[in-house]
């Protein structure tokens, strides 16, 4: 891997963001990296929040008679969850703050959600966005009042009578400290203290003392009136905290393997700053550690990675958007629909044999506007996402449809640019000799090279 600037500076677009354009890349060899990061911090501050799902739409269960429910059916819910898969897409893949849609991604898969209610969804999305780059503790607390983790977790029907357990063991386990620093005493203790809290029917979080347990709680090794708020604030106070965040961040933005001479300064200085996420985002990109050459290229590209990537490198446009819903679903990440509470598992988790059979033939079908078996392998009850019907069906296959913008790709470059300078910028990681010599001796058009490119194993890597 070449230690050039274009190569550091496309490293960080693509783990801060979805990639960027070569012109782009190009016009900031001449910034230091300390000068890109606080461009793509400024960027992130302009933001808009997603907004598929209408506001006065308020399916909520227990309130039919205040909304519009009554005229909303199953198939009309499960098109609006498609719509809100497709509008994110579209955000994220035009989106001028990539680092706020990045780790709006990175929080949606932390604090994996489950349900029916597309509003909620919604709702959730746009405080992960919100607080995707500010205070760990404000995300902790908008989360632990959010109404979808409320449903998904069964905490709107937590009382003091009965406190349901499920959403006190996910914000120790998975959303926080981690196995093996809380006991089954604690998960129960905590659960008491989140009992009264819901929402209104207008999804806003309401705090209801008749059925919240005010009594003294005894919580890993504190005893107190506690409120769900001071359980969260007693789990912050504690460095295993600190780590067990850190430790997962740094899987997801450096490297899977871990570097435990890293994780501790960084968690010690997460935990002092108040769990400030921006600071700690910005020591990661700052570091020169970050563009070692061991995690550059490293990555494997989730799907939504790999789809949002080929559309915001080539602006791709498709006659049938949903067609990137069943494209989710083969390769193995469909936005909104998590396979458990723990979230999607990264790295050799997204590859299988029809999956990278898929992978490997995706840009040429995209960008070509090609032809592929699309029959989903999924064939649970759940599936809401499975799209029944297309306009074009020839035995099994379904046409992608799509369109590749290749003015806007060739314009970015200079005249006649050498196989190297494309294959320099599409392919993050470092190709294997046979693939160096076929790029060399290739006699392709620009278009058909960039296909070409887009198809080798190492374009999965990022």
């Not at 190569?7 to 900031?28: C, E, P, V």
Request: proline share 4%; aromatic share 12%.
């Amino acid at each position: 891997m070449s230690d050039s600037k274009q190569k550091k500076i496309q490293h960080l677009f693509w783990r801060a963001g979805f990639g960027s354009d070569y012109q782009t890349i190009t016009n900031l060899q001449s910034k230091s990296i300390e000068d890109i990061v606080d461009k793509l911090f400024l960027d992130s501050k302009n933001f808009s929040n997603l907004k598929t799902i209408p506001e006065e739409f308020f399916p909520d269960d227990d309130n039919r008679s205040n909304t519009k429910y009554k005229s909303v059916s199953k198939s009309d819910v499960r098109k609006m969850i498609v719509d809100l898969n497709l509008g994110w897409i579209k955000k994220i893949s035009e989106s001028n703050e990539p680092l706020r849609e990045r780790m709006t991604l990175f929080w949606h898969g932390h604090f994996a959600t489950r349900i029916k209610n597309p509003l909620l969804l919604q709702i959730q999305n746009n405080t992960f966005r919100i607080h995707a780059l500010g205070s760990f503790r404000d995300l902790l607390i908008a989360v632990a009042r959010d109404p979808a983790i409320m449903v998904f977790l069964g905490t709107r029907l937590s009382k003091k009578e009965r406190p349901n357990e499920n959403f006190a063991r996910e914000l120790m386990e998975l959303f926080t400290i981690g196995r093996g620093n809380y006991t089954e005493q604690d998960i129960k203790e905590a659960a008491r203290a989140f009992t009264g809290w819901g929402y209104s029917y207008k999804y806003e979080f309401r705090f209801i003392p008749k059925k919240n347990d005010d009594g003294m709680k005894t919580f890993m090794g504190k005893t107190g009136r506690f409120s769900g708020e001071d359980i969260i604030d007693i789990i912050l106070k504690r460095p295993e905290t600190a780590q067990f965040v850190v430790k997962k961040i740094y899987k997801y933005f450096v490297n899977e393997e871990v570097s435990n001479e890293l994780i501790e300064p960084l968690a010690s200085s997460f935990r002092n700053s108040n769990y400030d996420i921006e600071k700690l985002m910005r020591t990661i990109f700052t570091s020169t550690w970050f563009y070692d050459e061991k995690n550059v290229g490293n990555k494997i590209k989730s799907p939504t990675t790999l789809i949002i990537g080929l559309n915001r490198t080539f602006k791709v446009k498709y006659n049938d958007d949903r067609i990137l819903v069943v494209l989710q679903r083969l390769l193995g990440q469909t936005l909104f629909m998590p396979p458990s509470v723990k979230g999607w598992d990264e790295g050799l988790a997204w590859i299988d044999t029809s999956s990278m059979f898929l992978r490997m033939k995706l840009a040429s079908v995209i960008l070509n506007s090609g032809a592929i078996d699309l029959e989903t392998k999924d064939d649970s009850p759940e599936e809401f996402m499975k799209m029944s019907t297309f306009d074009d069906r020839e035995k099994g296959s379904s046409f992608i449809r799509s369109k590749a913008d290749w003015n806007y790709f060739s314009n970015q470059f200079p005249p006649n640019p050498s196989n190297e300078i494309i294959s320099d910028f599409l392919i993050q990681s470092q190709m294997i000799p046979s693939t160096k010599a076929l790029i060399k001796n290739s006699t392709s058009s620009l278009q058909n090279l960039a296909v070409q490119l887009c198809s080798l194993p190492e374009y999965q890597l990022y």
